[in-house]
């Protein structure tokens, strides 16, 4: 390797792998390696079993084969071996541009103490490449923005190494059901700094096989909406509950237990007592979205019952 090579930002892609279709990964694999201005390291883990001659026909360098954990944990256990200074976090499918990483890892201060989340706008494309639409993610991010919602796929995030040190410290609290990226973000907004390039770095195919994301449609949405109008949001109750259990458990975060355990108690409050919540801390000086998220995802839906939202 040479000297300059040497000088150059390392920054890990973690990629996990289930059921690929070859030619998706072997795209997603020549955007990696175009990477400019980067040196990087891939660190890819296979999700579940498989032949030794299927493993040689992915041609996926340090691939390790592992035990099926689902899309989540393969993606935090990941996180928690990694040893760079900076982390992106990557599918199977989809394709990067050549300055994708370079410009994230410009957008983070050097030297940092801070965890930091960067991510970008995406284009929505077919099977084809062909361009479905574009996706912009929030320009402006606070500690209410993953708190309801989950704004950014993980396909665009890049972390640096006090980002990853933390989620190394949460992975003991992430339930499989819960998203992985959902879990990232939320834990960075309320110990660091969220910010996005606004630029479109990634090409997000959408086929029939994507596991997450942009492929639930409006009526799907919409359901999920009304089912927790009736009945609670549960599946926000559970990862309020763990993410408060994990900042309990860290002396060095318990700064933040106030303001994330009485947002979780609110789940089992009242409406008007949710809001009262929200306006003690600061929702007015939020984004739009985010006070709309805030409303949808936890001022309409009903009070929950059970202290156990398992």
Known sequence: MSNFENSLPRVEILLSIFKPNIYRLR????????????????????????????IDSLCVPNLTVDEHKGVGPSF?????????????????????????LKLQVN??????????LITSNYILVDDREVT?????????????????????PGCTMLINKQSADLIRRSEGYFYPQFHHDWWVGLTVSLFGVCSRVNRNLIKYRLHSENTIGSTIDFRERLCNVIARIKHGNYE???????????IDSDPELRHKSIFMTSIYMGLFKSRLNRLTI?????????SFPDMLSAFVGYVLPAKLISRDPR
């Open 27 to 54: 795209k997603q694999l020549e955007s990696i390696h175009a990477q400019d201005g980067i040196s990087v390291v891939l660190s890819a883990r296979f999700d579940g079993q498989a032949s030794q001659e299927y």
């Open 76 to 100: 935090m256990h990941l996180i928690a071996n990694s040893k760079c200074d900076y982390v992106a976090l990557c599918d199977q499918d989809d394709i990067w541009t050549a300055d994708k």
């Open 107 to 116: 957008s983070i201060p050097n030297p940092t103490s801070s965890p930091y």
């Open 132 to 152: 479905l639409g574009v996706r912009n993610v929030p320009r402006k991010f606070s500690k209410f923005t993953f708190l309801f919602r989950n704004p950014v």
């Open 236 to 246: 926000l109750a559970l990862m309020h509950s763990q993410m408060v259990q994990f």
């Open 278 to 286: 929200l306006a003690k801390h600061g929702i007015h000086q939020a």
